[in-house]
């Protein structure tokens, strides 16, 4: 699971992890409450090009 290659470029960063759908539902499921989206977890933090 990911962004297709194609979208992704110096442009148009992915924002989130590529990984296989059997990792996504384990992490998922097995995670504890914290408070945040599991997708919190996968996203990529891109520092900001503008400073």
Do not use: C, H, P
């Not at 962004?3 to 590529?18: D, G, Q, V």
Request: charged share 25%; no cysteine; glycine share 8%.
């Amino acid at each position: 699971m990911g962004s297709a290659s194609s979208l992704i470029t110096l442009e148009n960063l992915a924002f989130f992890k590529r990984i296989s759908v059997a990792d996504y539902y384990k992490g998922y499921f097995s995670r504890e409450l914290q408070g945040k989206s599991y997708l919190d977890v996968l996203r990529i933090k891109n520092e900001d090009k503008s400073g």
